[in-house]
């Protein structure tokens, strides 16, 4: 097939915190049309590509992407005029080409990326099908299991909970429909919960989840299965963790943060196996520092009762899940496109790992857009679970309306069965 890029437009919009990102839209010669933005993260790790912002700080605290805006439009659309719009690979490597930096810093992972995605759009509105039946080169069968970020950890007045996230994974039907409502049960009662707890109501943190009650990951996931419990879903809801260690991690002493003490990476790991002996977590993710490899190593070891995930250690890069997979580092990774920069990047990086027996979380990311591109990976890459934030505010319920949507579009199509990758 082919279908030339006629056009490529860009503008300035703002993501759900308010900050600037840059929008692409391509136009092909059979007028098909395509929309990216890439999503930004707060917690970003430093093997990311490089996300240009202006630096002016008079606009946006200095966070506007007018250069990327230009960039896309006479940098980037001039030399993608013309190529045929359904060769992603020969679209994203004459991008990487043109910036010719390992991190994208002269044309921006950010305008790079919000580029690849347009395309990629763009090829399936050519075609005239939803963009996951694209990837998927064929319908579905299954959607994947949403797992959903309720209590936030982080540094507060009063507490620093070490841990960044601490998830709730309504595995225990086949319905998607039905997974959704128990998530949003849990979540309704664990206002109650929490407060009950604290002796006031529960405040709300920057992604949207409540703020943690307490500094012991203990506590919290304990108060998590009182609201299980309480809504009558006992042993179909388990929990996952993302610790977003480098965060915490104070690089001359080579200590983490847990509890208001300093441990070791060692120490680390003991106590993460024995919240997985008490707790069912279907995985742990970011446990230590995005340069701990040894830790990792170990960690997997270690951890029999979970999958050991890497985020900030592997940010969706083929070179990086290599090196994972010959020290035995990690059980599998977040994918997170915007992270290398490009959907054929992505996608390499997804396939290394399917090969060799690797997971493959898709994730969005706290900076989000509404129609984020990594709910089409969900779906179309058949994946068995996927991160969907907190069931709170507009961009992370659209993403649980489009697996609802999708299901529904397929007759028979069922949620994913992730019972064989349960270790627990």
């Not at 929008?23 to 590509?49: D, F, K, L």
Request: aromatic fraction near 8%.
């Amino acid at each position: 097939m082919e279908d030339k890029i006629v056009s490529v437009r860009a503008q300035q919009i703002i993501d759900c915190k308010c900050r600037p990102a840059v929008e692409v839209e391509i136009r092909t010669e059979s007028g098909a049309i395509g929309r990216g933005a890439a999503p930004t993260g707060t917690s970003v790790g430093m093997h990311e590509s490089f996300v240009l912002r202006d630096d002016d700080s008079s606009t946006y605290k200095g966070l506007s992407v007018h250069k990327a805006v230009d960039i896309a439009v006479n940098v980037i659309g001039p030399a993608l005029t013309g190529m045929n719009v359904f060769d992603q690979r020969a679209i994203d490597e004459k991008m990487i080409a043109l910036d010719g930096t390992p991190d994208k810093r002269r044309l921006g992972g950010n305008t790079i990326y919000s580029v690849s995605i347009a395309a990629f759009r763009a090829a399936a509105d050519a075609r005239s099908i939803p963009l996951y039946n694209h990837i998927a080169n064929g319908d579905i069968r299954t959607v994947p299991v949403p797992c959903f970020n309720v209590i936030n950890g982080g540094r507060y007045d009063k507490l620093t909970q070490a841990f960044n996230e601490f998830l709730i994974v309504p595995y225990g039907t086949d319905s998607v429909d039905f997974s959704i409502e128990m998530a949003v049960a849990v979540f309704q009662k664990l206002a109650d919960v929490l407060a009950d707890y604290l002796g006031h109501k529960p405040h709300t943190a920057s992604s949207y989840g409540y703020a943690a009650p307490s500094d012991d990951p203990e506590i919290v996931l304990t108060l998590m299965q009182k609201a299980i419990d309480e809504c009558g879903y006992t042993g179909r809801i388990a929990f996952a963790l993302d610790c977003a260690s480098s965060e915490m991690y104070d690089k001359e002493t080579g200590t983490y943060l847990l509890k208001g003490k300093r441990v070791s990476s060692d120490e680390l790991i003991a106590y993460a196996k024995f919240l997985t002996e008490r707790f069912n977590l279907v995985f742990i993710e970011d446990l230590l520092d995005e340069n701990d490899w040894t830790g990792y190593s170990n960690a997997v070891r270690e951890l029999g009762r979970t999958l050991v995930l890497g985020d900030d250690l592997t940010v969706t890069n083929l070179e990086l899940l290599q090196k994972a997979h010959e020290m035995r580092a990690v059980d599998g990774f977040i994918l997170k496109p915007n992270q290398v920069g490009t959907i054929t990047e992505a996608m390499d990086a997804y396939r290394f790992a399917e090969e060799h027996g690797m997971i493959a979380v898709p994730s969005g990311r706290s900076g989000g857009v509404v129609d984020d591109v990594v709910m089409d990976f969900s779906v179309g890459l058949r994946v068995p679970f996927q991160k969907n934030g907190a069931p709170r505010s507009g961009e992370r319920i659209e993403k649980l309306n489009f697996l609802m949507r999708a299901n529904a579009r397929i007759p028979g199509c069922r949620l994913y069965d992730i019972s064989p990758l349960l270790r627990f």
